[in-house]
């Protein structure tokens, strides 16, 4: 799977996901076809997925900055796992809030690998032969 793919799944995932989070398309759904006992699980599902969503772009932003520095995958799934892990703790209370600094904070990330690859451009060889 090449880069663009990788960040166009990753930003499909999640939009989705913070649709189904913030506005109640999902509840509807579900309750339309007999399923209104899950909907009070859903948030347990879906805040995982759209911080791991944020992840693959994340990740998907660094393969396609052309890898600068260490691997980010470690840190990024640690940080997956630890904002999940904060907002079932918090139970869900600052859900937006710490929703819309995930996202800030892969926009930053991705403000940094830009920044990182406009000042050491990577020469490319060409055959001219």
């Given at each position: ?8 799944r ?10 189904c ?5 999902l ?43 260490r691997?980010?995958k ?7 796992i ?20 995930a ?27």
């Amino acid at each position: 799977m090449n880069d663009k793919t990788l960040l166009r799944r990753g930003l499909i995932g999640s939009v989705i996901a913070a649709i189904c989070c913030f506005t109640p398309f999902l509840v509807v759904i579900v309750a339309g076809v007999g399923l209104s006992a899950i909907v009070g699980w859903l948030d347990y599902a879906l805040f995982p997925l759209l911080f791991a969503s944020l992840g693959v772009v994340a990740h998907a932003l660094w393969l396609q900055a052309g890898r600068p520095g260490r691997c980010p995958k470690n840190l990024i799934i640690a940080l997956v796992i630890a904002l999940s892990v904060l907002l079932f703790w918090l139970e869900f209370r600052y859900a937006l809030r710490i929703s819309v600094a995930a996202a800030l904070a892969v926009a930053l990330y991705a403000g940094w690998l830009r920044r990182a690859a406009a000042s050491n451009p990577v020469t490319v060889k060409t055959d001219l032969t």
